[in-house]
């Protein structure tokens, strides 16, 4: 198999498990949750300052359907996280090693 066909499997599969799996994700709330819950401060805890965010709690704002908007958020994040790492990728590759300059 080649390289890209492998890299475009991969991110096909990412998509479609961003999208569909977020469909059927837990509604409970995750491990820091419930124990702040049950030690009694999660009522000190402090809005995040990133809660007015398109993407905040996993949501996209906007779309009524909850789980809908979860598979959105789920597919924008995994399509940021292409760009970043792809672009970082990139930035690296081009920069070389110093054993591209033996002789």
Do not use: C, K, N
């Not at 475009?8 to 491990?31: E, I, K, M, N």
């Not at 419930?34 to 300052?49: I, N, P, R």
Request: hydrophobic letters at 45%; a negative charge.
């Amino acid at each position: 198999m080649s390289t890209r066909r492998f890299f475009t499997v991969a991110v096909l599969v990412s998509l479609l498990v961003a999208g569909v799996a977020s469909y059927y994700a837990s509604t409970h709330p995750d491990g820091l949750e419930y124990v702040a819950t049950q030690t009694g401060f999660l009522d000190s805890a402090e809005e995040s300052a990133t809660a007015d965010s398109p993407l905040a709690d996993y949501q996209t704002s906007g779309v009524d359907d909850a789980r809908l908007s979860g598979g959105i958020a789920g597919v924008v994040g995994v399509l940021v996280m292409l760009a970043l790492s792809t672009g970082l990728f990139w930035a690296l590759r081009r920069r070389g090693s110093p054993a591209d300059t033996r002789d």
